[in-house]
């Protein structure tokens, strides 16, 4: 099934500028096509390529928002594994995302944050990240990294 965020319905809708670059002749391919591709790739070989080219397009964050926030990847859980759970990085100000971590097995949001702080040149940006991001430690790291934060805390009960 295809839905907007899928490589295939960007492809086809990006086609003109694509063929900029590339011949496509038989025009996008499939869906199945690029599942295949996909799975494939080695992830870690994968990352380590995409954010080096983050680093080229944007080589410097100064001034820029970067909101870090965690999803579950909505269908990811089958043959009784646990759904995907990403953490990402987000410049807002670009529009796009600028780096992804995958939670580890039975972790959580707070030990793929760090990996992810320390895959970015965070160097004058601001860093925004919700309540179960804030952690002396992750704190730490961001201005470590000569960037400001800004910390969602929830309430307390007294």
Not at 96 to 102: P, T, Y
Not at 129 to 146: L, N, P, S, T
Request: glycine letters at 10%; a negative charge.
């Amino acid at each position: 099934m295809l839905t907007a965020g899928s490589p295939q319905v960007w492809g086809e809708e990006k086609l003109d500028w694509l063929r900029r670059h590339f011949a496509l002749e038989q025009g996008i391919p499939s869906h199945d096509t690029f599942g295949r591709v996909f799975a494939a790739l080695d992830p870690i070989q994968f990352e380590a390529c995409f954010v080096r080219w983050m680093s080229r397009l944007f080589p410097s964050l100064a001034d820029q928002v970067v909101a870090i926030d965690g999803k579950t990847v909505r269908g990811s859980h089958r043959n009784g594994q646990d759904a995907i759970h990403l953490v990402s990085a987000y410049g807002s100000g670009l529009g796009m995302v600028l780096g992804q971590v995958r939670t580890a097995e039975k972790s959580n949001e707070i030990t793929a944050i760090p990996e992810l702080l320390d895959a970015l040149l965070l160097k004058g940006a601001i860093v925004t990240i919700d309540a179960m991001g804030c952690q002396q430690d992750i704190a730490r790291k961001i201005v470590d990294g000569g960037a400001d934060y800004v910390l969602s805390v929830k309430g307390i009960n007294a």
